[in-house]
C-alpha cells in the first residue's frame, strides 16, 4: 500500500496546475476581446459593418467562450493526453491531431449555436469565417505554450529528481562511513573460522557462501548495475544460507532464459525481492514457502503464494519502494507489483 501510494503522489506531480492554465487562458480571452471592448468605449472606430455590433453581452459572451476554449485545449495539450502517453509515437501523435480537430470544430459550432440565444444577434457568414481564421491561430498559439509548460515541467523534474538522488547519494555514503567494516579483517575472521569447523562439511560450506556474498557486495558497491547471471550467482549463495536455516520449508526455482543473462538490473535486486518474500511469508512444515523466478516477454517475474506471517514482522516498510525508486533512476522503468488471485508478483522491465 505504501508503494502505490508513493506511485500516485509521484504521478499526480506530473500535470500542470489548473490555476496556471486558467491564468493563461485568462490571458488570452483578454487579448482577444480587447479590439470589442475599446469598440463599445468609442476608444477606436468600428472598422466594418460586416460585423456583430459590439455589445456587453457580445464581449462577456466572447469573452468566458474565449478563457473555456483556451483553457480546453490547455488542458487536454498539457495535461489530458499524457493518459495514453504510452501509445506508440505516431498512433500518439494521430491521435492528439484528431482529438485537437475535433475539439476545434466542436467548440467552434456550439459557439455559433449558443451565440444568437445568448446574446440575441445573429452572426453573418463573413463573421464566421473570420472567426474560424482567429480561432485557429488562437489553438495553434495554445498548442506551442502547452508544449512549453510540458518542457519546464520537465525540466523541473529533472532538476528535482538529480537533487534527490545527490543527497540518496549524500545519506548512503554516511551510511557506508558508519557501517563500515575492515574487509582484511571480516575475510581473515572468516578464513579462522572456517579453519575452527574444517571438519564440518556443512559450516565450511556455509561460511564460504557467506564469504562469497560479502565480497560480491563489496565488489559491487560501487556499480549500479550488474547483469542477471551476477546476481544470479549472488542469489544462489543467498539461498544456501537460507536452506540452511529451513530446509525443505523453503523453496526456489528458477527459470531465466539465457539470452536474458547480460541484461542488467539493480544491484541486489532479486536478493531484496526473495527477502522481502521470506520476511512476510509464513515458512512451515505445514506451509513451505515456494518462490519463483523465471522471465516472460521482457520482464523477469519474482513471485510467491501469500502466506502472511502470524508474528509481527519488523522492518521500515520501504525496501519495495527504495527498489522502485532504483530501478527508475537507472533504467526509467518503474517496477510492477500486483497481488492478484493471493499471489504475489513483482516485474522487472529488462529494457
Known sequence: MFFINNTITILTTKFIKQNILLGIAFIISTLLTLPRILIIFDIVDDLSTAFTSASVKDILFRFLWFTFFSWLLLEFNANTKYFYSKFQSVLRGLTTIIINIALYFALLHLFFFLYPRLVGESMVSEEQGLTYFVYFIVAIII???????????????????QEALKQQSLQNELMALKNQVNPHF???????????????????????????????????????????????????????????RYRNRFNITCNIHEKWLN????VLALQLLVENAIKHNEISEENPLQVNIYSEDEFIIIENEIRPRKSLVTGTGNGLSNLNKRYYALKKKHISISNKNNTFKVKLSLN
Open 143 to 161: 498548442i506551442f505554450v502547452a508544449r512549453i509548460l510540458r518542457y519546464q515541467l520537465s525540466l523541473k523534474e529533472k532538476l528535482i529528481e
Open 186 to 244: 571480516l575475510f581473515n575472521s572468516l578464513n579462522s573460522l572456517s579453519a575452527l569447523v574444517k571438519q564440518n562439511k556443512d559450516a565450511t560450506n556455509f561460511i564460504n557462501k557467506l564469504s562469497s556474498m560479502y565480497r560480491y557486495i563489496l565488489q559491487s558497491s560501487e556499480r549500479d548495475l550488474v547483469s542477471i547471471e551476477e546476481e544470479l550467482e549472488f542469489l544462489n549463495s543467498y539461498i544456501h544460507l537460507i536452506k540452511t
Open 263 to 266: 541484461k542488467e538490473v539493480p
